[in-house]
């Protein structure tokens, strides 16, 4: 069977390892230490959420035809960055660049791609538009005096986020939680929202907020999270039903928008990542990194219903960028708070429904 990994040179496939700088593939699935050229012809795009793929046919040394497909970054993102399926006419030839699959030989991660017209396009690359808005016709400040943070916002380059991913130590009873946590468990991997503060940012989504002097309603670009923040000082009903939105409280200090969330169910704040290897019979798994331990990947942190989110938004000076700085505390997992922070820019993007398509069924073992 073809392998990405072990591919020859050929005039129409060519595998060319190269060493590129560590970062995360799609919840671990790609080894992000080798990129590989494959020319091919495009055999159908499928740009849906949460992974756009290209599918193209490639033909090896042996004149076999072996049916490819390159994970690329959402749907949404891509067409918010003005890609569109026209690019990827049927039955033209592209040269893509990407990582493979660890265990998939026909699957890859695209981290570039050029098209029979000579354009070379990054996986996030933007085409026309930056989506800056005119500030000058925007209120900073509404008339009761708050600062104005209706609009869409969006990260403005999502891969260029620096710094460590924020950790915590875990309780006894946090650390049985996530004890035999397995990537199945991985609401993204089921098209399901995972927590407020990591789907905020996620995959750099077009998120949207609606202000009024009683509440202020948050929809989510990813997975279609909707959130109100209620500003009227009322208590959660005591037939709330506990969700991953839970039941948010906020108020205007000064400047920044305090808001305190409770009231939710049981699920993850880092959901477990599928590990970086395993054992695959018939095949040498001994070049593969060994898994870290609760499920591969990022520190896995689950929440009980005890979970209180303090979150505060500030706006910049021109009204153009909204800071939040979140904290997790949970008594019964958490002994140390889960901290971290973020930052959206004002966007004349589109707010759009996410439609989440699962497609990693397609997947061949």
């Not at 046919?57 to 026209?86: F, H, Q």
């Not at 460590?164 to 990537?183: C, I």
């Not at 200090?253 to 959901?271: Q, S």
């Not at 960028?321 to 004349?348: A, I, K, M, N, Q």
Request: glycine content about 10%; aromatic content about 6%.
């Amino acid at each position: 069977m073809l392998n990405l990994r072990i591919l020859g040179l050929t005039a129409t496939l060519c595998a060319a390892p190269l060493v590129v700088m560590a970062h995360h593939g799609i919840s671990g699935q790609f080894d992000m230490s080798i990129e590989n050229e494959l020319t091919g012809n495009v055999t159908r795009i499928s740009l849906v959420n949460p992974h756009a793929y290209v599918y193209f046919d490639v033909t090896d040394e042996n004149g076999e035809v072996i049916n490819m497909r390159c994970a690329m970054e959402s749907g949404s993102t891509l067409k918010r960055g003005g890609w569109t399926e026209e690019m990827f006419e049927i039955g033209s030839e592209i040269t893509v660049l990407g990582s493979p699959d660890w265990d998939d030989p026909t699957t890859c991660q695209l981290t570039k791609i050029t098209f029979a017209d000579g354009m070379t396009l990054d996986r996030q690359d933007t085409i026309g538009d930056d989506g800056t808005v005119d500030v000058a016709e925007r209120e900073i400040v509404r008339e009761d005096g708050t600062p104005n943070i209706d609009g869409n916002w969006a990260m403005a380059n999502p891969q260029e986020r620096s710094g460590e991913r924020p950790t915590t130590s875990l309780t006894e009873a946090g650390m049985s939680a996530v004890a035999n946590a397995t990537s199945d468990e991985n609401p993204r991997l089921n098209c399901q929202i995972t927590n407020i503060a990591m789907d905020w940012t996620f995959n750099g989504m077009v998120n949207s907020i609606a202000q009024s002097d009683t509440e202020i309603t948050i929809s989510y670009g990813f997975m279609d999270l909707e959130r109100t923040i209620h500003l009227d000082g009322s208590d959660m009903p005591d037939d709330f039903v506990p969700s991953r939105a839970g039941y948010s409280v906020g108020e205007w200090d000064g400047d920044t928008l305090v808001v305190t969330t409770t009231g939710f169910d049981e699920g993850w704040i880092m959901a477990p990542s599928p590990p970086r290897g395993g054992d695959t019979e018939g095949e040498e798994q001994a070049d593969r990194p060994e898994p870290p331990a609760g499920g591969g990947g990022p520190q896995t942190v689950k929440n009980s219903e005890e979970l209180t989110v303090i979150e505060q938004f500030t706006l910049n000076e021109d009204g153009t960028v909204l800071t939040r700085e979140y904290s997790f505390v949970d008594p019964l997992y958490l002994e140390t708070p889960f901290e971290g922070s973020d930052e959206v820019t004002l966007t004349s993007d589109s707010y759009e429904d996410y439609a989440c398509e699962d497609l990693t069924d397609e997947r061949t073992e």
